[in-house]
């Protein structure tokens, strides 16, 4: 199917990247369809509206960073999206990109989950207080030893 | 908005299940206690509402995405 995306304009998608957020993301509660996009720079990916091409999200896999990150799901999380198995869950962070791109920040307070199977997904809540909305990329992944700086 | 008067030790039964005691006052604060069924997630507010901001700051982010260097992980 042809979509119209906030970042790569009209582009052409499998129905297998169709996603659905049956309660949206906090605040956007009303948007309910979205399709995964690779973005034109790894390891980023596109969430993007199906209901309105000017809302995206930049997401990234946590573990990239944070090599334990394994969000807590409740059972009402694992009722939504269809009781995934390990390898059927995907697991992304919501990415914040200032100005300064340096200060890009991803979210592990609510992560995005998606069951990979039945394609049904939510930003779960975190209530481990270890979880904050705002980690800085740059800066965990130097902790790593990921010498680097945005370019 | 419904608003009740309670006492310590007095409680609320909100729908089905969803039961909630005054455990105890001190000063400005309250504490609570919730008993739930497992199906019904209870956050604190502030939470729900950092969340809620920082999904707005995300969807401004800007669409020129900045590049990552992962040779440290490339190279596990």
């Not at chain 2, 069924?37 to 509402?49: G, S």
Request: with cysteine; net charge negative; proline share 5%.
């Amino acid at each position: 199917m042809l979509i119209q995306g906030r970042s790569c304009g009209q582009v052409e998608i499998d129905e297998r990247q169709v996603i659905t957020l049956p309660k949206g993301l906090l605040g956007f509660e009303s948007f309910s369809s979205w399709a995964l996009l690779d973005s034109s720079q790894a390891p980023f990916y596109w969430l993007q509206s199906l209901d309105d091409s000017d809302l995206a999200f930049v997401i990234l896999d946590p573990t990239l960073f944070r090599p334990d990150y394994k969000p807590d799901l409740s059972p009402a999380d694992i009722d939504l999206i269809g009781s995934p198995k390990d390898e059927e869950l995907l697991v992304f962070a919501i990415v914040t990109i200032p100005e300064d791109a340096n200060l890009m920040t991803a979210n592990l307070q609510g992560p995005l989950v998606i069951n990979r199977n039945t394609r049904r997904g939510l930003q779960s809540i975190q209530t481990d207080t270890v979880f904050k909305t705002r980690h800085y990329v740059y800066q965990e992944l130097a902790a790593l030893g990921n010498n680097q700086e945005a370019k | 908005m419904l608003v009740l008067s309670r006492k310590v030790q007095e409680k609320l039964i909100i729908g089905d299940g969803i039961e909630v005691s005054i455990l105890e006052i001190k000063g400005d604060s309250v504490k609570l206690g919730i008993n739930a069924p497992a199906t019904i997630k209870v956050f604190r507010f502030e939470i729900f509402q950092a969340i809620q901001e920082e999904n707005r700051l995300a969807a401004a982010s800007t669409t020129i995405l900045p590049k990552l260097n992962l040779k440290a992980k490339q190279a596990d």
